[in-house]
């Protein structure tokens, strides 16, 4: 069993920034890769980003455009998603979550924190 929570979402102008923090407990943090995904109002939710067991690779959607950097310090239990040049878009439900051996996109994740809430205004 794995315990993920979300921190440090919030409102912020169009074209700010915001650091996401995932605090994970209850087993090995390095043992699993890492990932952000999010879900706007009525849409699907949607991949953002993914790091790898050791944070030797990472993986992007394509609408981060060089916008946001996902990054995890194993000695702390902690991955991060590093949001800049925010837009009104971005607007979701932002989900981190686990998954176990090779990522691959569109491979389901086996462990999710309950959510953060990052709002952009125009």
């Known amino acids: 069993q794995v315990q993920l929570v979300e921190s440090g979402g919030g409102l912020v102008q169009a074209g700010g920034s915001l650091r996401l923090s995932c605090a994970a407990s209850g087993r090995t943090f390095s043992s699993f890769g890492m990932g952000w995904l999010r879900q706007a109002p009525g849409k699907e939710r949607e991949f953002v980003a993914a790091i790898s067991r050791l944070g030797i690779s990472t993986y992007y959607a394509d609408f981060v455009k060089g916008r946001f950097t996902i990054s995890r310090d194993n000695a702390k239990n902690t991955v991060y998603l590093q949001m800049n040049s925010l837009k009104p878009e971005d607007t979701a439900v932002y989900y981190c979550?686990?998954?176990?051996?090779?990522?691959?996109?569109?491979?389901?994740?086996?462990?999710w924190g309950q959510g953060t809430q990052v709002t952009v205004s125009s």
């Open positions: 979550a686990a998954y176990s051996g090779t990522f691959y996109y569109g491979r389901q994740f086996d462990y």
